[in-house]
């Protein structure tokens, strides 16, 4: 596989989950959430180099968290996050080291990320240049209009929820970051950031329990999940 690095971007607010902590360094079991996310990248011998996107105020705990994993070997570097998502994602490429020719970005509050769909991934990405995990849409998804009326009802076969990891040729990534950042595009995620310049993105299946934690009811999925992998 080629050079990989990671890119954890955990520069969120957590208005959403209703905490002052920010999601990332929320306690999942003994440790903070960040600590899982980065463990699952820490076993894949590819990974040469992390790179977390995080408020200034953060930075010692990220690397207090950093330094009571097992990451030997691997380059790791904290950078500062932005005022959305993608703009934390593009201050981490000033980071990313000259040897890196994959890079993948991973929420943070992705904890339960499984190796094998990591390596299935980034094997896709370095085939076709850029590939995702996702899901099958299991609600009926709606269009909506700005007075939240129905417009229409996509066929549901052809929906698939986009989750993290999203893997890309680093040259890829770049290119459609500095076009998306010229062009004034926000998108939610890293694909559509690629989309827009013509690259074909490969959805890889992945699997329910890569749950991006966001609400309160996802942290106590989280700890069922947690606790039943423990019982193994
Ligand atoms: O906000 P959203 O749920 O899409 O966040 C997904 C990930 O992006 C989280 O890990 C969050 O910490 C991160 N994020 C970021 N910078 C922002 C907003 C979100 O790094 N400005």
Not at 41 to 70: C, G, H, M, R
């Amino acid at each position: 596989m080629l050079k990989l690095a990671v890119i954890i971007p955990a520069a969120g607010s957590g208005t959403r989950m209703g905490s002052r902590l920010p999601k990332p360094f929320i306690k999942l079991g003994n440790v903070p959430i960040l600590a899982h996310t980065l463990s699952s990248f820490l076993e894949i011998p590819d990974v040469v180099q992390v790179i977390v996107a995080t408020s200034k105020e953060w930075f010692d705990e990220v690397e207090n968290i950093y330094s009571s994993l097992n990451a030997q070997g691997v380059q790791f570097a904290v950078v500062e996050g932005g005022s959305e998502r993608q703009f934390s994602i593009n201050n981490a490429f000033s980071a990313l080291s000259e040897e890196i020719e994959l890079v993948a970005v991973h929420d943070a509050v992705r904890p339960f990320i499984k190796k094998e769909l990591i390596i299935k991934c980034a094997e896709e990405a370095s085939r076709v240049g850029a590939a995702m995990i996702g899901v099958p849409a299991k609600d009926t998804i709606k269009k909506i209009d700005e007075n939240q009326v129905v417009e229409s009802t996509p066929d549901r076969r052809f929906l698939w929820q986009a989750q993290t990891p999203q893997i890309f040729k680093r040259e890829i990534l770049e290119k459609a970051y500095a076009s998306a950042i010229k062009d004034g595009f926000l998108g939610t995620d890293d694909a559509s950031v690629v989309e827009r310049i013509g690259q074909k993105v490969k959805l890889v299946e992945g699997d329910r329990e890569n749950l991006k934690i966001t609400y309160p009811v996802d942290l106590k999925i989280a700890e069922l999940i947690l606790n039943e992998e423990e019982l193994f």
